[in-house]
């Protein structure tokens, strides 16, 4: 039986072959493109049948060549994602390395295998007729798909017109690669529109297929970067400084700007260009915005990854047929579609687009003149742990489960500790012990079995690596089983912290950015008749305002009253009545963005019982964990220039 699902032909590692001729393993076919770091051929594995692109590279330094070469393999050998190109095979001869790329719809190619080795009764001549027909049917139709799309400015400026609903498509699928290698700390440092290609001809479906400058973040450690392609680079860039996972923003933030109106260029006053030019008239305000926070100059002010898909112009469903008022006109990318011709038209157009590998090789990093090729080094910001979802605050029932869920991120080993009362706790892995640590990936679950009311304090848990540590606190509430809650205590109301990082180097870290909530807002459950109080902790610079919501409409000022003082905001509702209970939200907001935090706040009768839902917390951390994906804040991203 043949199992045609794509993940079981995914190579979990390659390793080259030194002893063994690629004539071996593979017939080489018919050649698809020339250019400056070899040729590129379709070739057919002996064994299986599927089809590939195997690029074979002349190597004529000697061993640093290939130990360039090489470092490449090592990087896309472990990148395996459905929007980067994967690599199958490598071969390595006295002057020559050969990359074998998984490129062809294998389904088909074993369709045809299949076909081969079938055995059913020949009656008749036309039957015979028959199977062979079928065969090269199929094997037509593989060659129709075999990696045959186009480069997106290619595609998007042979079609009569192309929408925003498109265009969104594109940039939301770029994301999830470059969140995928940021996820596993690789930077792409070359996001340009001709290593972006179409699978098919007819599909929307994008992979990126040049990794040639993809490093590993490794804070301190020199890295070199292309800067021939001075329109799609990063400011930092092309200033020589410090780059890092931001690095990349900047360039998916020009290939959304090229997608939506054609233009390439930047003319450094990207808030100018978005109000005023008509090529941006037809264009949501959600996609300017979006625009606006990557083409940021200062690389720490930019959307990473994670914001940018959250952002509302990729997270909003749209409905395609509605999109048709903002058609952008395919002549808006000729001149971009040409500029990038030009780049390579010493060279025979490739067969197929996916001949353009040809040209692009980690090599470019031995011709420092021609690819204009600079040392720079990683930003210490960048080495120290991310949090990309923090720990919430939580209550639980008296002698039920609690979870804190969080995810975070390092690009080398980390130690992770969670701390109570300034005491660290010890921590069991798997499903034993009070308490117990949960992982799947980079999703993480902290479980507090059978809480007790001596559980209830604010928990800290602390990442750190070489480059610096992080810190980030939520506190447990504790519902006693009388349905009343646990008096808070002074000493475990969490201190109001700054985000902690401790650098190893001396490197100062400027704080100026989006509010950001470091004590986010807790569930209240109260009573009728009494008062409710919601704090929460707000650190940003400049400083932020104040708004609260209930239910998504402002709250009535003549039921409560609203605090905000050194970064602490409180929201107080006198006398509460069962139409108070709802989500209450506080928003902060200053010039670079906002922040939010929400809680519901639960009332009940003397003797009602709460309408709040139990469950089993050492479930849902498995649920999490399973899904990957947890509830959080909201940083919404305050729309400049409107």
Excluded at 122 to 141: A, E, G, H, P, R
Excluded at 519 to 543: A, E, M, Y
Aim: charge should be neutral; glycine fraction near 4%.
């Amino acid at each position: 039986m043949v199992n045609d699902s794509l993940d079981n032909y995914y190579t979990p590692k390659v390793n080259i072959k030194k002893e063994q001729s690629i004539y071996d393993d593979y017939e080489i076919l018919e050649e698809i493109g020339t250019g400056a770091f070899g040729v590129v051929h379709r070739c057919l594995e002996k064994k299986t049948g599927n089809i590939f692109a195997a690029k074979f590279i002349p190597i004529l330094g000697g061993d640093k060549q290939k130990e360039i070469v090489r470092e490449e393999i090592g990087v896309m050998s472990e990148l395996k994602h459905s929007s980067l190109i994967s690599l199958h095979d490598a071969f390595e001869m006295d002057q020559e390395i050969i990359m074998i790329y998984e490129v062809c719809i294998i389904y088909l190619s074993n369709k045809i295998k299949m076909l081969e080795e079938s055995e059913f009764i020949i009656f008749s001549l036309t039957c015979l007729d028959i199977k062979n027909l079928m065969k090269q049917v199929l094997q037509n139709i593989l060659e129709i798909l075999f990696m045959s799309g186009d480069e997106l400015l290619e595609k998007i400026s042979k079609d009569k017109e192309m929408n925003e609903w498109e265009a969104q498509n594109y940039v939301k699928q770029i994301c999830e690669a470059i969140k995928y290698m940021h996820e596993l700390s690789y930077v792409h440092l070359n996001l340009k529109p001709e290593n972006i290609l179409f699978t098919t001809k007819t599909s929307d479906k994008l992979k990126i297929n040049d990794f040639s400058m993809t490093t590993k973040l490794n804070p301190g450690k020199e890295v070199k970067i292309a800067t021939v392609n001075s329109e799609y680079s990063a400011p930092e860039v092309l200033s020589g400084q410090k780059i890092g996972f931001n690095t990349d923003m900047w360039n998916i933030g020009i290939l959304t700007k090229v997608l939506l109106s054609g233009i390439s260029n930047f003319d450094g006053n990207i808030l100018n260009e978005i109000n005023k030019k008509s090529e941006f008239e037809n264009i949501s305000e959600e996609a300017k915005d979006f625009i606006r926070r990557l083409l940021v100059e200062d690389k720490q002010y930019r959307m990473n990854i994670h914001e940018a898909l959250n952002h509302p112009w990729l997270t909003q469903r749209r409905d395609k047929n509605n999109m048709n008022e903002n058609i952008i006109p395919s002549e808006r990318y000729y001149k971009s579609r040409e500029f990038v011709r030009r780049k390579y038209d010493a060279w025979p157009e490739p067969r197929l687009s996916l001949g353009r590998i040809s040209q692009f090789s980690s090599l470019s990093k031995l011709h420092s003149d021609r690819y204009k090729i600079r040392e720079t080094l990683f930003d210490q910001n960048d080495g120290p742990p991310r949090f990309i979802i923090r720990p919430r605050p939580t209550q639980a029932n008296e002698g039920m489960n609690a979870s804190f869920f969080y995810k975070i991120l390092s690009p080398v080993p980390m130690r992770i500790s969670w701390w109570k009362d300034e005491k660290e706790i010890k921590i069991s892995e798997g499903s034993f012990g009070k308490y117990r640590q949960q992982r799947n990936g980079n999703d993480r679950a902290m479980t507090i079995t059978e809480i007790k009311s001596e559980d209830q304090g604010d928990y800290l848990v602390r990442a750190e690596n070489e480059f610096g540590k992080r810190e980030c606190s939520a506190m447990l509430i504790v519902l006693m089983k009388d349905g009343k809650r646990k008096e808070i205590l002074p000493q475990q109301i969490p201190t109001i912290r700054q985000p902690i990082i401790q650098e190893v180097s001396t490197t100062s870290i400027v704080e100026k950015g989006p509010p950001h909530f470091s004590f986010l807002l807790r569930p209240r459950l109260i009573q009728k008749n009494h008062t409710c109080k919601l704090i929460c902790t707000v650190t940003s610079d400049p400083p932020a305002k104040i708004k609260w919501i209930k239910d998504g409409k402002p709250v009535d000022d003549q039921r409560a009253q609203a605090l905000f003082k050194s970064g602490v905001a409180s929201l107080e509702v006198f006398n509460i009545k069962m139409e108070d209970a709802g989500i209450y939200t506080c928003i902060a907001t200053n010039e670079f963005g906002s922040d939010e935090t929400s809680a519901s706040i639960t009332v009940q009768t003397r003797h009602s019982t709460s309408s709040t839902q139990q469950t089993n917390s050492l479930d849902g951390a498995s649920s999490f964990l399973m899904a990957g994906l947890v509830g959080e804040r909201k940083n919404k991203l305050q729309k400049k220039g409107n």
